[in-house]
């Protein structure tokens, strides 16, 4: 039987006192949880009336507090005391000589003015102290002045005396109760020296002597339990074994008890309930009648009524394979140099809620700051070899692909995580690491390089238009970035080889190449290769990252609409009609620009014939200069009405071709 006894954390033995007889509750149960604390159950039958004390680690206290049950059918008040944080200290600040801080005798002496002391040195004599100051003073012997202490007492025969304390050879309090507040506080200093433990003391009222059964149970912080695993790849089918390792390290030995180990993730905390807390409070005015403060109420909403509560979910036991399960299968598929037979009796397991527990089916006893390997589980496990490339290691260079296994958990538990140590062919292969592993779940470990193949990965980015849509004068162009990256691989072994890729995801893309995947997480895609001997395999993965851009065609220039139509990416059928739009744009622009030509030319007539009209206005319609401006401004009349008969032409030419170009655009649907 393997001897061993779970730890109890930081929590010290556990004595139990009670008024009688000094009984003892044993402790009869440990769960230990990979949270980090641990469950304790103490149980056993009491008499009467008892008073038990729970010593703790400072550090377990509370802990103890926050989670203390007492179950005792005959008590039905029952209490809980300790000593406070700050006992120790308010204890001997209380007292006539406060020794707390370890002052000094001159310290001391301070504190006690107007007190009468005896005082010996060597003569005795009797005095009340007035104060201890301090004085330069010149030894022999001292290369440098020395800062000496003084006590002066007032001593109703010989006056005011003054002393060095150096000088005294001993003295003593002539009020007896200052010499008892010293041996009170001398004790209490003594009794300290531990001062990381506290004790929990319960009181147990019951009405009668009756005996009955009491429970006692509290969680504390302790060791995180740990799992090993060790995995045998040698048998057709692969078999595991899992070790638990738990440390006892209380100041006390555990006898045969009853260990249970729970995987999960439970929330934990600590809140310090031990040491006093105190708020700071206002100071107010005294309550005097007055008028009362109005009040406004917001309207409520959201009214709920309460759920009814939902049945408790049921739980499931189950048990690992053991000695008795796995023998016969063990011997009918492992060879002979496999190195595990199945022989261990392994913990049962059971859901217990949201985690999962393993109880030890044997009482175990380990010795205080001891730790120990306790059975799991074992059994018969789905695995298939392959190997693992990681496609980011490939892109920055050579690499090996990682040896690895492809576990289904069919142990019919959940498995904590822990580090795995791998054989194969009956020998050490590597070592691998197991994350939290639910049953039924698939997951991959990796023990070492494979040397005999490498890999490499090549990558490219590139942009395509995948598509261009034209509908009501709207052009809609959607590109793809596309990430290529091809990897090469080349297998030098003499056997072919399974291979899984693991290609990082391209955030905000989706795949295009291959078709589907092995299978994905939320970074990586997993692909599937098969490696044949002596040869090379290459993978192409491609992603796709989709980008829109609109485009309002009837508010394009000349120039842009030329470009879109010359785009060689743009599809023929949507070219041939930008190249469409592009000629009707092209008339329209000319008509628009003829139009403005014209009409800068007339305003350039009108602007002529405002000046010769001012110049005929000044030279006289009579003069030869005059008839010279008459003539001028006829034949200026005469080009203005030309004028004005083109623009309206080439007004309705232009507006004809601004109507084609944008009935054309808005009527386009590519």
């Not at 002496?109 to 010149?138: D, F, H, Y």
């Not at 140099?337 to 049962?348: E, R, Y």
Request: proline share 5%; glycine share 6%.
């Amino acid at each position: 039987m393997i001897k061993l006894k779970s730890l109890a954390s930081l929590a010290v033995a556990c004595l139990w006192v009670f008024s009688v007889d000094a009984q003892q509750l044993p402790l009869h149960k440990i769960t230990l949880f990979s949270a980090g604390v641990g469950f304790f159950e103490h149980s056993g039958p009491v008499t009467g009336s008892a008073e038990i004390d729970l010593p703790f680690q400072v550090s377990a206290v509370n802990d103890a507090l926050k989670s203390l049950v007492i179950t005792d059918s005959a008590s039905s008040s029952p209490a809980v005391s300790y000593p406070s944080e700050q006992t120790l200290m308010r204890t001997l600040r209380a007292l006539k000589i406060d020794l707390w801080g370890n002052p000094g005798i001159a310290e001391i002496l301070e504190a006690l003015r107007g007190e009468e002391i005896q005082v010996t040195v060597p003569n005795m004599i009797q005095g009340r102290i007035m104060g201890v100051e301090r004085r330069v003073v010149s030894s022999p012997g001292w290369n440098e002045p020395q800062n000496e202490a003084f006590l002066s007492l007032a001593a109703d025969d010989i006056g005011i005396r003054v002393i060095n304390l150096k000088d005294i050879a001993s003295f003593a309090f002539t009020d007896e109760s200052i010499n008892r507040d010293i041996q009170t506080a001398l004790t209490l200093i003594r009794s300290s020296r531990n001062d990381d433990l506290r004790n929990l003391h319960l009181r147990l009222n019951a009405p009668d002597s009756a005996r009955r059964d009491v429970t006692i149970t509290y969680v504390i912080p302790s060791p995180v339990w740990k799992a090993s695993y060790r995995l045998d790849l040698t048998a057709r089918n692969p078999f595991i074994q899992g070790w638990a390792i738990v440390d006892n390290d209380s100041d006390i030995d555990w006898a045969e008890v009853e260990i249970s180990l729970v995987t999960g993730r439970p929330v934990s905390f600590v809140q310090n309930l031990y040491a006093p807390h105190y708020v700071n409070r206002p100071t107010l005015p005294l309550a005097i009648v007055g008028v009362a403060d109005p009040v406004v109420y917001e309207s409520g909403y959201g009214g709920t009524t309460a759920a009814k509560a939902a049945p408790a979910a049921p739980q499931v036991s189950v048990q690992a394979r053991t000695l008795a399960d796995n023998h016969m299968a063990a011997n009918e598929s492992a060879p002979i140099n496999s190195v595990f037979a199945g022989a261990l009796d392994t913990a049962d397991g059971r859901a217990a809620g949201e985690q999962f527990e393993f109880t030890v089916k044997t009482p175990v006893s380990l010795s205080r700051r001891q730790s120990a390997m306790i059975p799991l589980v074992e059994g018969r496990v789905q695995a298939e070899k392959t190997l693992v490339l990681s496609g980011a290691k490939a892109v920055r260079g050579s690499a090996n692909p990682a040896v690895s296994v492809e576990l289904t958990n069919s142990t019919g538990m959940k498995l904590p995580a822990g580090p795995i140590t791998v054989y194969d062919g009956g020998t050490y292969a590597g070592d691998a690491l197991l994350e939290f592993f639910s049953e039924g779940n698939r997951r991959i470990i990796s023990y070492g390089d494979d040397l005999s193949v490498i890999a490499n990965a090549d990558a490219a980015t590139v942009r395509d238009v995948a598509s261009v849509k034209i509908s009501k004068g709207v052009m809609i162009i959607t590109r793809r970035q596309i990430y290529r990256q091809v990897y090469t691989v080349r297998n030098a072994a003499s056997e072919a080889k399974r291979l899984i890729i693991e290609h990082p995801v391209t955030a905000g893309t989706d795949l295009m190449e291959p078709a589907s995947f092995y299978s994905r997480t939320g970074s990586l895609y997993r692909f599937e290769l098969t490696l044949p001997a002596r040869s090379d395999a290459s993978l192409t993965v491609q992603e796709a990252r989709p980008m829109e851009e609109t485009v309002t065609l009837g508010s394009l220039n000349f120039d842009a609409m030329v470009h879109y139509a010359s785009n060689q990416e743009i599809p023929g059928s949507a070219k041939a009609a930008l190249q469409r739009a592009v000629d009707l744009k092209n008339k329209s622009d000319k008509a628009a620009q003829g139009l403005t030509d014209l009409r800068e030319k007339r305003a350039s007539q009108v602007s002529e014939q405002d000046r010769i009209r001012r110049n005929l206005e000044a030279a006289g319609s009579q003069s030869p200069q005059g008839q010279e401006y008459l003539r001028r401004l006829t034949t200026i009349d005469n080009d203005i009405d030309s004028l004005r008969k083109q623009i309206d032409d080439s007004a309705q030419s232009a507006q004809s071709a601004r109507d084609d170009y944008t009935t054309y655009v808005a009527g386009m649907e590519i």
